[in-house]
């Protein structure tokens, strides 16, 4: 190690090019690295959708969704599915096992059971869409086209819009709202049916049979060939009115027009789309995984302010849910932060160093930081909020090492070494402690890398920051900086008495002093420690991801099932005004669906008449004075007081993964009557628990339907089947396509269905004629009656058995996740009071269970890992656990400031807490060496002098790293350089932390290091 430390020393023009070409390696990729919000994650999760116009829920669940159940339920590597069944539609999420070696082979093997399932109703629209879940699908931004114009024009203009948008680099897909396709609705009448008795089969069979484009073969003569083709297809929807249904050799030909009203219209208004608060036609941005969200997201802005220059009269452009502005500022977070505290840690080492060392010593952070970014790509990484909280996290830590070694190079020199001896043999003889230290820290965040679930994918980037920002730090540290700072040593005068030398004087008397008190310290600590202890059982509660300082809001209205649009929307309107009302420097924009329930239907969401949804963006959380829960408290409590509003719910939205509400319960279980019942008394006892909120279940009631009840042996007397019946019934109710012809720029189909007057009267349905085998038109009230009867919203599953989903929201600062579950599971003996149910966890607790077990083992295999590498550096079993002992008294500073900021525990602030464990592990251990060092060189000096004199001597160092973390981070945790939700719980509980825990250190480790001295005497007494 020395020849290679002498190497760079002696060429410090080597070492210094080296150092500037990180820096330009680091820049140029910095200008040219993907952005995003989340890294990549693969998040195992599929989803099967399948529309069945115009069926029930329990139809779907009979005949859609149990099929394709019982296809896939035996293929291995399944963790479970979950479903539901609906009017229209069935949706399957299918969860693969976590620890799956193949999840690709999986995936292929659950397409492959799908697409093997037959037994499918022929009425089914196409084939199972199946669809994978992953982090890369997620929108970026929304534009929405408002105009106070027509229909017509508006969506003629959104088509040319949307053309040119597509074309922006990067943009992968757009979802449009509030786009109604053209559509040519035929709506027939039913006495014109009866009087030419012509049945709806008849009807679509002339449509299909009269719209035909087709090649029918070649034309072949001595001098050329030429090709037969048929053009019948329509040129204009209008001709369709004269389609031939039936005629005879001599008798009238009737006519598509004697039968229906052709109305060259658009589909019906099932989705409304507004934009604060007026209507739109919106499209839902989607990137490219490899699109950098900040640059594209400035292309979009800029091409809709070009556009807005040139958009018709009438017609305004505005874009919301801009998601760059997220990325964008935590990059500033970083940026702003980094730069304050490289600027605050020059500021601070000169009083300690000198100016020329304190510059190369600064130095190192943008020179690790800028290294880390161009290697991220080789793992297949690129730049991310996640990974953004390790360089925070990393900020004020590596400059730890550097401190160490200049330190002790300069106390090298002053002792009297020449400049180059100095440099090299101060470097040598700190390397292996340093090195101890940084791999301390590494085999803390290593296990990381292997945390189960989508926390854990989620959460790689922070690990792989910190690790190479570490090892960069290390080898620039070790061995440019040596050169680096040869040229000032040499200009350094012997050794002279300034402040700190007198300060360290000082300690070192009061340390001799503190050492003679040496139990009852110890006692102190303890009892110390044991009341914080006691006081953050009592007062911190732990929550995966805070929210105060979120900036996105989701505002649900659910209203009684069989509400119309039209009604939604209008109550919708009364909430979207008080979002209005909110204050400028609090609202920063919002977008409201009407019809759509996006939590319904996994990734793609499902058509609710009864729903509406709004996003709402508010302004950072430094441009505001109240927290994120104030104002959703607040918007509550207004909220409220409307009449006759649905079921309102709120989600605040972090920057984190999405991992669901923080309390989620399944009831499961075929026993509809026993299932029901409990998830009653879930519901009341979810209702009496103080701190729980927004309670929810979707095992809602259904709208009405009319069920028609056969006479079996009637209808077979008649020539008719059950088949006949619903698939006439359903042509006329739901409308069926007969045929699609391509106008201008897009797909225009052709619906066959009754007449508007006939599809909306009871009476009407009684006298709906079905044709029989022979062609002849039956009434339904010959073989059948209608009974009107409530039906269900939708149909559950968990692992093929019906379920119930119960779903409630927190205060956080009055009760946890995993205290409300845990008083459900106490309250209710479900084995013995509910045979056949069973309770299951999921959402956030269900996350935050996996994780903490896998963080938890994780952090006990990194302290048994720590504890290795310490006894390979002391060749001492017992020693380690004096560097280690510090690590519980050094949470103690953590506990307090939580306690005192009211903030509860989150996973982040676990982050910063294994980053503050490696920094009090490391002061200790650089103490410790250093009294064993000093041992050897005076073994005749009494044990409490040299202890003293090791503390004070390693005064300087373990200040400088404890104060340029602190310098570096404290910053963040008061939005000094712009606050972030997902970083400041990490700076707190780091910056914090070593303010409490340095002086602890300085005072607890040397007087542990001289009870162990006791302990060993007292045995070799013995």
């Excluded at 996290?393 to 020199?413: F, K, Q, T």
């Excluded at 926390?455 to 920002?469: D, F, K, Q």
Aim: with cysteine; net charge negative; glycine share 6%.
């Amino acid at each position: 190690m020395k020849t290679i430390i002498k190497f760079f020393v002696l060429r410090p023009m080597l070492a210094t090019l080296l150092s500037f070409m990180i820096l330009l390696l680091g820049i140029n990729r910095l200008l040219n690295i993907r952005r995003s919000i989340y890294p990549h994650v693969d998040m195992g999760i599929m989803n099967i959708l399948t529309h069945y116009p115009g069926a029930s829920a329990e139809d779907v669940e009979l005949n859609v969704t149990n099929n394709i159940e019982n296809a896939i339920e035996d293929i291995g590597g399944i963790d479970h599915i979950t479903s539901i069944s609906m009017e229209n539609l069935s949706t399957i999420d299918i969860y693969i096992n976590v620890d799956a070696h193949d999840k690709e082979n999986i995936k292929d093997r659950i397409r492959d059971a799908v697409l093997r399932v037959s037994d499918l109703p022929d009425a089914i629209e196409g084939i199972p869409l199946i669809t994978e879940m992953n982090t890369a699908e997620i929108d970026v931004i929304e534009i929405g086209i408002i105009g106070d114009i027509s229909y017509s024009m508006l969506r003629d203009y959104s088509k040319k819009f949307e053309s040119k948008l597509n074309k922006i680099p990067g943009i992968v897909r757009l979802d449009r709202f509030g786009f109604r396709a053209r559509e040519v609705k035929i709506e027939v009448s039913p006495y014109a049916m009866e009087n030419y008795q012509l049945s709806f089969k008849e009807i679509i069979h002339a449509i299909r049979s009269r719209n035909i484009k087709g090649t029918n073969g070649t034309f072949m003569t001595d001098r050329d060939e030429k090709d037969i083709v048929t053009l019948a297809q329509f040129e204009n929807p209008k001709e369709v009115a004269d389609i031939i249904v039936r005629t005879s050799f001599n008798g009238p030909a009737i006519r598509l027009k004697d039968l229906a009203r052709i109305k060259d219209d658009y589909e019906e208004e099932s989705l409304l789309s507004r934009i604060n608060g007026k209507p739109a036609i919106s499209f839902l941005v989607f990137l490219d995984e490899s699109s950098d969200v900040i640059r594209t997201c400035d292309s979009i802005k800029e091409f809709i302010r070009k556009e807005q220059i040139h958009a018709p009269d009438g017609i305004s452009l505005e874009y919301v849910n801009d998601e760059s502005r997220y990325v964008k500022n935590s990059f500033n977070i970083v940026f702003k932060n980094g730069l304050l505290g490289l600027g605050l840690v020059l500021l601070i080492l000169p009083l300690f160093l000198s100016i020329r060392t304190a510059f190369w010593v600064a130095i190192g952070i943008p020179i690790s930081l800028l290294g880390t970014i161009f290697l991220l790509p080789f793992f297949g990484l690129h730049l991310d909020t996640i990974g953004l909280t390790g360089m925070i996290l990393v900020l004020g830590i590596i400059v730890d090492d550097s401190i160490i070694i200049s330190e002790n190079i300069i106390a090298r020199r002053e002792s009297g070494m020449s400049p180059s001896e100095a440099v090299i043999n101060g470097t040598q003889e700190v390397f292996l402690p340093v090195a101890t230290t940084v791999f301390t820290t590494l085999v803390v965040f290593i296990p990381m890398l292997f945390l189960p679930g989508i926390m854990g994918a989620s959460m790689i980037p922070i690990p792989v920051t910190i690790i190479l920002a570490l090892i960069i730090s290390l080898l620039e540290s070790s061995f440019a900086l040596p050169a680096h700072l040869l040229p000032g040593i040499k200009k350094m005068k012997k050794k002279k008495e300034d402040w700190f030398i007198r300060l360290s004087n000082i300690y070192e008397k009061l340390m001799v002093n503190f050492l003679k008190f040496r139990y009852l310290i110890i006692i102190l600590f303890i009892v110390l420690f044991t009341i914080l202890v006691w006081l953050a059982y009592q007062y911190i509660k732990f929550t995966l991801f805070p929210t105060s300082t979120a900036e996105h809001v989701l505002i649900s209205n659910e209203l009684p099932v069989g509400t119309p649009l039209k009604i939604t929307s209008e109550k919708t309107k009364e909430i979207e005004k008080i979002l209005s009302s909110l204050p400028e420097n609090e609202i920063d924009s919002y977008s409201t669906r009407i019809g759509l329930n996006p939590y319904i239907s996994g990734m793609h969401g499902a058509l609710s008449r009864n729903y509406a949804i709004i996003s709402l963006n508010l302004t950072p959380f430094t441009e505001r004075k109240r927290s994120t829960d104030e104002i959703v408290e607040q918007l509550r409590t207004v909220i409220d007081k409307l009449k006759n509003q649905g079921d309102i719910n709120f989600s605040i939205v972090g920057t984190a993964p999405p991992v669901g509400k923080p309390v989620s319960l399944r009831i499961v279980g075929n026993d509809d009557f026993v299932r029901e019942i409990l998830a009653d008394s879930v519901v009341s006892f979810l209702e009496q628990i103080k701190g729980v909120k927004d309670i929810t279940r979707d095992d809602k009631i259904g709208k009405e339907q009319v069920e028609i009840e056969l006479n079996y042996e009637r209808l077979a007397r008649l020539g008719l089947t059950v088949e006949d019946v619903t698939e006439n019934v359903r042509i006329g109710f739901e409308g069926q396509i007969a045929t699609t012809v391509r106008f201008d720029d897009e797909d225009v189909d052709f619906r066959v269905l009754l007449e508007q007057n006939a599809r909306s009267n009871y009476n009407k349905l009684f006298d709906m004629l079905i044709p029989n085998k022979e062609g002849r038109l039956i009434r339904l009230r010959e073989f059948g009656t209608l009974v009107r009867k409530t039906g269900i919203a939708n149909r559950k599953h968990f692992d093929g058995e019906r379920a119930i989903s119960i779903e409630a929201d927190i205060d956080q600062y009055i009760i946890t996740a995993m205290e409300v579950t845990n008083a459900v599971f106490r309250h209710f003996d479900v084995d013995m009071d509910y045979p056949g149910i069973s309770i299951a966890i999921a959402g956030e607790l269900f996350e935050t269970e996996r994780s903490m077990a896998s963080l938890t083992r994780a952090f006990i295999i990194g302290l048994i890992a720590i504890y290795f590498l310490l006894v390979l550096l002391f060749k001492n079993l017992s020693q380690p656990f004096l560097v280690m002992a510090a690590i519980p008294f050094g949470l103690m500073g953590v506990c307090l400031t939580f306690i005192l900021h009211n903030e509860p525990f989150s996973f982040v602030a676990i982050m910063g807490i294994i980053g503050l464990i490696g920094v009090v592990v490391n002061d200790s251990l650089v103490l410790v060496d250093h009294i064993n060092g000093l041992r050897t060189l005076n073994p005749e000096t009494q044990l409490k002098f040299i202890i003293a004199q090791g503390t004070a001597n390693r005064l300087r160092a373990v200040i400088l790293t404890s104060l340029t973390t602190i310098i570096a981070i404290i910053p963040l945790a008061y939005g000094l350089g712009g606050t972030s939700p997902f970083m400041a719980p990490l700076a707190l509980a780091l910056g914090w932390g070593l303010v409490f825990a340095t002086p602890l250190s300085l005072l607890l480790v040397p007087n542990l290091y001289l009870i162990r001295e006791d302990i060993l005497g007292l045995f070799k007494v013995r």
